[in-house]
């Protein structure tokens, strides 16, 4: 167990809908990090947030946001969804903003079926 | 810029046997750490081991051991008699400085009884 929690682990929806997933990371940890994981793409990297503050951005889409709350839990937000958004949803975190220095541990994931 | 390559797409053996994973890195920085995580079938990363850029010494962990090359800019990954439970994806990833993690396009490992 990584201790970083995330939910929900399976979700299905229709294209057009919105979805939010949730993390929770580890205990103490002040950075989170979104990837996703696809079958063409590999595991992209999406964001990062460091105490609440936007930190990082990679190939994140329009239609994604994302943001860490006081508590430094962290929710994605996908909207407008697309089949090709389909796909394994990572959480990580770290304890500092310079993640380099830092095991970067991953959550189980969230798994995201567009139909 | 970063990169991590995994050129190996898929290795199958048979219990017992020993097998060891590529990745060969690529970064301009001086300072750089390098992981391995593991995905088995149920699909959660879990993390194997960090290295820093200033350490070569090779790392041995039970079955697991890591070797690391910066002249040949390759942090190799052996399982020693594998087993069916070592079946799963294998990542190799780098991060430099505040850059984010850069993960290698994964070896799937097949152990077979």
């Known amino acids: 167990d990584s201790g970083v929690t995330q939910t929900p682990k399976h979700l299905i929806t229709a294209t057009g809908q919105r979805v939010t997933l949730r993390c929770s990371p580890r205990?103490?940890?002040?950075?989170v990090y979104w990837y996703q994981q696809s079958l063409d793409q590999g595991l992209q990297f999406l964001i990062q947030y460091y105490n609440g503050e936007e930190r990082a951005k990679g190939n994140i889409l329009e239609r994604f946001s994302a943001q860490q709350f006081p508590d430094l839990h962290s929710e994605l937000n996908l909207s407008s969804l697309e089949l090709g958004d389909s796909a394994l949803y990572f959480c990580?975190?770290?304890?500092?903003?310079?993640?380099?220095?830092?095991?970067?541990?991953f959550g189980e994931g969230s798994w995201l079926t567009v139909v | 810029a970063q990169k991590v390559t995994q050129a190996q797409t898929e290795i199958s053996v048979v219990e017992k046997e020993d097998v060891t994973l590529d990745c060969v890195y690529e970064?301009?920085?001086?300072?750089?750490?390098l992981f391995w995580y593991k995905q088995p079938p149920s699909g959660e990363l879990v993390f194997l081991i960090r290295r820093n850029s200033f350490d070569e010494q090779n790392e041995i962990s039970g079955r697991y051991s890591w070797n690391f090359q910066k002249s040949t800019s390759s942090f190799n990954f052996t399982i020693t008699a594998s087993q069916v439970v070592d079946s799963a994806v294998y990542f190799c990833a780098l991060i430099t400085g505040f850059q984010k993690l850069v993960f290698g396009t994964g070896t799937r490992l097949l152990v077979s009884p």
């Open positions: 970064t301009r920085d001086t300072t750089y750490y």
């Open positions: 205990s103490g940890d002040l950075s």
């Open positions: 990580a975190s770290s304890p500092e903003r310079g993640s380099s220095g830092n095991t970067i541990y």
